[in-house]
């Protein structure tokens, strides 16, 4: 009895110590972002929450001049955030899983030559690419447009990857059974793999929004104005470099808005999400 | 309804020829099961007749309609798939009712055709569940639901059984039997197993390598199995075979071991040929004279009794007798074949001597 119960307590015991370290520096964003910036200057920031909460978050939302600058609005920035990770996620799915589903249920001369085609982009990260992309987006007038935000960052192996390893568990007699249903293609598309791949859609939705909501690098790039600023790059742009001192109640009040939707979705699809990646419903 | 036929069929994947020539004409309400062992190409005959896979050489004609070159959807008929391939994501009413969805057929009339076949296979409790819901059994009664729905010229099953247990495969064939009893749709039902095609079928086609060993009702099939190689597949156990000699007058057999089996009739002409001697373990009888062997082994089935014996010369020599055994191993046994249950079969090619 008692080895077994020692044996159950310590991954326990891991498992409160890793969410605690998970948890400590939320915990310290929230309660900063409740006091006011002469509290955190001052460097001795308490552990409860302050009394300046509402205040400092409708300084953040509304983007009214902060002690020592003027910021882009947070709604402003949380709709482009919002605009480009819906974008990327909706458009990364759609894309991926056409043409999954012409890798994996169609025959066509260099099948497999298109297949790895989509497949070696895999090894090159957004990154490597950027400065062609640029040239790119910035050639077709995209620079400081939503399109020019999500298009580039659309386009998915690793999506498409998953569709097409998904695509071939389905079984043989089933598309056999709905050739001899009489539905085509584009039937056999909407009616049944659509709905088999809905916890697979969800998966992917969830991963894939927080892919675009956390976007940096290439946001920074291609928006100038600040209408067009991300949150995430909104964010570091709080951040002074150098001697100036930062609205650091703000900044946090900033963050903890930032990490809602994220949170909101995965809240939301937490039941799909799991499925998704645990079964695939046979 | 309708008649299925299928004129010199031929099918190549490369150099390889999986079905090479098979002909045979179906009639209208007819039961034909393609039997035969795996890879023998009779899934493929039956794939091909749905428009699964395409026809290298040949015709094939469902209701004096060629349909080579018609999609499966347009070819009018239904197929019962080995693992049913029921979509997962659709309830039972829906499943047997996508495929006249898609046919525009109107709603009412989709209600009561799938009420009628689910009166008939007893599924009306069912409607609404998904198959993950379902037994074995429910499952492939809703795939015969779907393709009764559709009220085509022909059924084609693939294996319908093989996935289910021993007990629900023999209660699903007594129902499919009834089922095409009652409808008189033409079938086609591919199997492997002889006690499916025996109950089933009106005429069974036996395959081995593409190619038509024999076509015929399942009495004649084991009655004049017209190769050795349906002699071995259908029965069981099964026939015993040995090398034999027809001796100089063409009036009896010789075995090795001295046995003299007197021909049913004098065949003069084939005088000394070398022979395959085919008897059913079930045609053996103890008697006064006959085949000396010693018992190796007894099974006892319950309603009967197999004996594997031992030759004289070492081959074995099955013996099939009703009810529980009477002999125990190591015994000393004479049988002999009953009167006209010798097969003569061609030493080379296989092929039955009449």
Redesign the interface.
Known sequence: MKPTRFIDLVPHIVLIVGVLIFAYPIYVTLIGSTWDSGTIGRGGLPLWPGGQGMVNYAQAWAGEAGERALYTPVRTMMLNSLVMALSIAVGKIAISILSAYAVAFFRFPLRMAFFWLIFITLMLPVEVRIIPTYKVVADLGLINTYAGLAIPLIASATATLLFRQFFLTI?D??L????????GPV?FFI??VL??SRTNIAALFVILFIYGWNQYLWPLLVTSSGDMETIVTGITKMIGTGESANDWHIIMATTVLAMLPPVAVVVLMQRWFVKGLVDS?? | MATVEIRNVRKSYGPVEAIKGIDIAIQDGEFLVLLGPSGCGKSTLLRMV???EGITGGQIAIGGRVVNDL???DRD???V?????????MTVFDNMA??LK??GIPKAEIRARVDKAANILELGRFLDRRP?QLSGGQRQRVAMG?AIVREPAAFLFDEPLSNLDAKLRTQMRVEIKRLQDRLGITSLYVTHDQVEAMTLADRILVMNHGVAEQIGTPLEVYQRPASLFVAGFIGSPPMNVLDGRIDDHGEVVLVPGGQRLPLPQPRPTDAGRPIKLGIRPEHLAVAAEGFSIEVELVEALGADTVVYGRLPDSETLLVRMAGIPTVRERDRLTVTPQDGALHLFDAVTGRRVE
């Not at chain 2, 798939?81 to 994501?89: E, G, I, K, T, V």
């Open positions: 079984p007699e089933l056999e059974a709905a050739k001899i249903d009489g539905a039937r009616d049944v709905p088999l419903e046979k | 749905a428009g699964l999609d499966p959807k008929i239904a197929m798939f080995q693992n049913y391939a029921l979509y997962p994501h996508y495929g898609i046919r993950s779907r």
